[in-house]
């Protein structure tokens, strides 16, 4: 790291350092000017991988007409990509020195996301879950070694990071424990397993922090947040992509081909306008307490972003190709993915900025229109509801802005107004 940029982890200031290991102390919560670094932005990147899996893997199945099943190992594997992002990322905001071995540590957690990936196949199509349960592994061992780091550095925090570094140990033994031992058994039984396990997950921050908190930092988690988000709506746009290759090269390109493909990337565009018109990072400065019902609600808002790229997909594929699925399964699977999201916005963001930006009635009316409109589809065509879709989403953005919009005074300003 010669001559690089580092972070002082006890002060949050920047330094130029070529010191190849830092002092890990959690870092200050009003340190200014905290931005993703950019191995965090590689880091994402190992999951641009993982999501294209499991949306390939998704789409497919609703082409076959086969969601019912294939529904439960999405949600499954994406909650196991999700919190190995979500608990990087919150540990990355504490405790980020961006040494060497905080690098080498991430690199591994990195190897991990990609060795899961390569499992999605197994665990959709064979019910084989070993590929994925290992690259789940490596991932929590790295983050089990970060956490015992900080507990020898950090004094103050030493409580907090021990209980991390514990609770995910157990937790990750009960999951090997499921592959070993529970494989066998119904798929509904390990549906419930698996259900109970993730609760366990999800307690485990809950008890580590019970006496002290650590020192993450509410700008930087709120970028991270918003990162992400840009990540799974880049993947719809890629799958929708491909399919518009594919749909091209069979010469099928249609009028209905062109309105789907439209509609599509406005709808993408448009949620990235309604994601990005609540102020995630001003609720959580305020409201610190209420991170955890934030953090972990933003499965919901993740999973059906990614649920949407493969609604996308088969929507464009659907020209040209005589698929098994019927055209109103299709706008449920673009339909139910964005009627969830604007759902868990109001859900997740009145409890932290009190109003929502956007009216509760647009987005709940949203949600429902949206829901509704699918049922159109054999008499108006696919491509039609995609576009009305989209159409709803612009009128939610266009009636928060005029709603929003501060109102103009009558009064014209005096030439001498400092303020004019």
């Known amino acids: 790291m010669s001559g690089g940029v580092t972070h002082d982890a006890g002060t949050g200031i920047r330094r130029r350092s070529i010191v190849p290991v830092l002092r890990m102390r959690g870092r200050s919560i009003h340190e200014e000017g905290r931005v ?15 999501v294209a899996s499991i949306v390939a893997q998704l789409a497919h199945a609703v082409a076959e007409d086969h969601i019912a099943t294939a ?19 919150w540990f990355a905001s504490a405790y980020d020195t961006d040494d060497v071995p905080y690098r080498l540590l991430t690199m591994l957690q990195m190897g ?25 592994f490596i991932m929590r061992l790295a983050l089990v070694g970060q956490w015992l780091r900080a507990a020898v550095q950090d004094q103050p925090g030493r409580g907090t990071a021990l209980g991390y570094a514990i609770g995910i140990s157990v937790v990750q033994a009960l999951w090997i424990l499921r592959l ?3 494989d066998d058994l119904p798929f509904g039984v390990l549906v419930g397993v698996f259900a109970l396990l993730a609760l366990c997950e999800l307690a485990v921050p809950l008890i580590a922090e019970r006496n002290r908190r650590i020192t993450w930092h509410p700008h930087h988690v709120a970028e991270r947040y918003s990162l992400f988000t840009i990540i799974l709506l880049g993947e719809s746009v890629a799958a929708s992509s491909s399919a518009v290759q594919g749909v091209l090269s069979a010469g099928a390109g249609t009028g209905e081909f062109v309105l789907i493909a439209a509609s599509g990337l406005a709808l993408l565009f448009g949620l990235w306008w309604v994601y990005f018109l609540e102020p995630a990072h001003e609720g959580l400065e305020k409201h610190r307490s209420r991170s955890y019902f934030w953090g972990y609600g933003h499965y919901l808002v993740f999973a059906a972003l990614a649920a949407l790229g ?18 109103t399964v299709v706008g449920y699977a673009i339909g139910i993915p964005v009627a969830v999201f604007f759902v868990m916005m109001w859900v ?7 109003p929502t930006v956007i009216p509760p009635a647009v987005s709940l009316g949203a949600a429902v229109a949206v829901l509704l409109l699918p049922l159109a589809a054999p ?18 953005i266009g009636i ?9 005074s009558s009064v014209s300003p005096s030439p001498a107004d400092p303020s004019a």
Request: no cysteine; glycine share 8%; proline share 5%.
């Open 112 to 136: 991990g996301v990609l060795v899961l990936a390569a499992g999605v196949p197994g665990a959709f199509n064979d019910e084989d879950w070993r590929l994925v349960t290992l690259g789940y």
């Open 36 to 50: 993703s670094t950019p191995l965090e932005l590689l880091f994402d990147l190992t999951f641009v991988v993982a």
């Open 310 to 327: 493969a609604g996308l997909e088969v929507a464009v594929e659907s020209i040209g190709h005589e698929l098994e699925v019927p055209s």
């Open 400 to 408: 928060t802005v005029l709603y929003r919009r501060e109102p103009v």
């Open 180 to 182: 070993l031992v529970l």
């Open 71 to 89: 529904l439960p190992n999405f949600l499954m594997v994406f909650f196991a990509i999700w919190l190995a992002w979500l608990n990087f990322t």
């Open 348 to 354: 997740l963001y009145r409890p932290l900025t009190g």
């Open 379 to 396: 008499v108006i065509s696919l491509g039609a509801v995609v576009l009305l879709i989209a159409v709803v989403v612009a009128a939610v």
